[in-house]
């Protein structure tokens, strides 16, 4: 790239909304550039930057779970989520769009069923058998609130994979070789993720894990044990069962008229927080610990459904309530209690009745609970399900997530193959995804300083930057160009900085855009010598004239990565 000719824009000022480092940044330093909420135009450098990721991620596809790559359409007909009964979990989500033949078609946010169809074609004996497909393409989705620039995204790059085999332990294969090559990707690309176990049901599948970045304004809790290895979504953390009811005198409940619970002065911990859902239009009451939250994923599993409300205060009154004194005596719902109240007594709960509470309550004795059921989110009082210690509660941001399928979609698509006794066996799936984008927002948050991006070679849109101070110098000029010519001819991406800005302007810019390698060609260029520096270090060296070249390329061959790339497959 040339920067006097070519197209590059740098920002001083960015949207206020973009409010993460990443985003300003990206935006600040020309790699992208933003039309719309959510929606987001890759520069010429960030498509270079877009262009090394999808290197990375295709060879250790082929390298770790020899992948073979096809591409899928983005618009599909809308009936395909019918089959795998997905439509009522995503449709809020999906873009929706009606064709001139008035058919109904979508944007994809996702491939499983698409895939799971294709193959159909191809299975038919075991010996068809495994295989695995994978793609880089853009997916879609109708997000309630874009936010943190790359992260949450309207329009958006994956890498999803699938792999198709005869029985549990090929996918069991399968499954470990992706998490290899997920784990390679991501150290390739300079990103430090962690593996968490998340809810497989979403994808319906019978087991997953996310790879998380972690960071402040991740928009996932991921869970921590401080002792053991046990991560896992917050969504998805169950906690140790440490509740029993304590031996405490029972007193006999009263009622008694407040103007607000603080008048009480009780520990939130000792109130009985009583919660009505609407359950498939079934009103039901769930109770809880005062100082714990409900989890919605753990009700969404308890019930078997994503079809639950929480009734407004109209429809509290009708059912013969109000907010703020819901309480559980006296109630004809089905009431299910988070394990949590099996340690609670002489508890206060609302009477149902605005002003009133009763207090030394005691489940059991003057209600009856029909079901306890881990339903609360784990907090800072929660300990570690395998161990019992303490757990950090961390946020993060995913960048990919790996799940095993089993035969849940070959079940609902009838995707079977004969075995060699000539039996019809459904094939076992997985399902794989690398948010593309999210990774670009990753290496920026924890490849940066001050003055800008520091992209790890590996993914660096350009690897060398030639500065020529004085561009009015014919000689310096040449050599600069000389040495941007030869550079480029060797596969290395090089810009040559061959404007009449200020040194200053063209360090910042520099420092900015992250390219590793920065050469400049300035006053002792006379005597025989430019500078050397690295993006990563402070201080510049000064190389003579005919050693700058191999300089270079020993630099970029120490980054192995990108020499087992660029160079391993000559
Ligand atoms: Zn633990």
């Known amino acids: 790239m040339r920067m006097s000719s070519d197209f590059f824009i740098t920002r001083k000022e960015v949207p206020k909304d973009e409010n993460t480092i990443s985003s300003k940044l990206l935006l600040k330093s020309g790699m992208i550039f933003k039309n719309d909420n959510g929606i987001y135009t890759y520069l010429p450098m960030g498509l270079k930057l877009l262009e090394n990721i999808k290197r990375i991620i295709r060879n250790e596809m082929i390298k770790s779970c020899s992948a073979e790559e096809i591409l899928m359409p983005s618009l599909v007909s809308a009936n ?186 009780i520990d939130k911990s000792s109130i009985l927080k009583s919660v009505i859902i609407k359950v498939n239009d079934n009103y039901k009451m769930i109770l809880l610990k005062g100082d714990s939250e409900i989890n919605v994923y753990k009700l969404y599993k308890l019930f078997k459904t994503t079809n639950i409300e929480f009734p407004n205060d109209y429809e509290l009154e009708k059912i013969g309530t109000c907010l703020g004194f819901i309480g559980p005596i006296s ?15 002489n508890a206060v709960c609302g009477a149902n009745k605005k002003g009133f509470y009763y207090i030394n309550v005691n489940p059991g004795i003057d209600f009856k609970i029909s079901k306890y059921s881990d339903i609360k989110l784990f907090d800072e009082n929660s300990l570690c399900p395998r161990c019992k210690s303490k757990a950090k509660i961390l946020h993060g941001v995913e960048v990919g997530q ?39 927002d990753a290496i920026v948050e924890t490849h940066h300083d001050e003055k800008g991006i520091i992209w790890p070679m590996s993914v660096a849109p350009y690897k060398v930057a ?91 061959e120490n980054y192995v990565v990108w020499k087992e790339e660029s160079y391993g497959r000559k």
């Open 80 to 265: 395909i989520f019918e089959d795998s009964e997905r439509d009522s979990t995503f449709n809020s989500e999906i873009f929706s769009i009606k064709g001139r033949d008035n058919k109904e078609y979508s944007l994809c946010a996702t491939h499983e069923e698409l895939f799971t169809m294709l193959v159909k074609n191809k299975i038919d004996s075991y010996k068809d058998l495994h295989f695995t497909l994978f793609q880089i393409s853009n997916k879609f989705r109708d997000e309630v609130k874009t936010k943190y620039g790359l992260v949450r995204k309207k329009e958006f790059y994956m890498a999803d994979a699938y792999s198709f085999d005869a029985d549990e332990g090929g996918l069991d294969i399968s499954y470990d070789k992706m998490y290899l090559a997920f784990n390679n990707i991501f150290n390739r690309m300079g990103i430090n993720a962690i593996v968490c176990n998340s809810d497989p049901m979403s994808m319906n599948g019978t087991s997953s894990e996310e790879f998380q970045v972690v960071c402040d304004y991740g928009d996932n809790e991921i869970v921590k044990c401080n002792s053991c290895s046990y991560c896992t979504n917050i969504e998805y953390a169950t906690s140790y069962d440490k509740y029993k009811r304590e031996e405490n005198k029972l007193f006999e409940k009263s009622i008694v008229k407040v103007k607000s619970i603080d008048e009480l002065n």
């Open 331 to 345: 109630s004809t719902m089905e009431i299910i209690a988070d394990n949590e109240v099996k340690s609670m007594s």
């Open 402 to 440: 790996i799940f095993k399928l089993d035969t849940n979609y070959s079940k609902k698509y009838d995707l079977k193959y004969t075995d060699e006794t000539n039996e019809e066996q459904y094939v076992y799936m997985g399902s794989y995804g690398i948010g593309l984008d999210r990774c670009i």
């Open 466 to 556: 030639i500065i020529i101070i004085n561009v009015n110098d014919r000689e310096a000029y040449k050599y600069g160009k000389k040495l941007y010519e030869k550079l480029n001819s060797l596969n290395i991406d090089t810009i040559l900085d061959d404007r009449h800005d200020t040194v200053g302007v063209k360090f910042n810019d520099m420092d900015l855009i992250g390219v590793p390698i920065r050469i400049t060609i300035g006053q002792k260029f006379q005597s025989g010598f430019v500078e050397f520096k690295l993006r990563t270090e402070d201080n510049s060296m000064d190389v003579e004239l005919n050693s700058i070249l191999n300089k270079i390329l020993n630099e970029i």
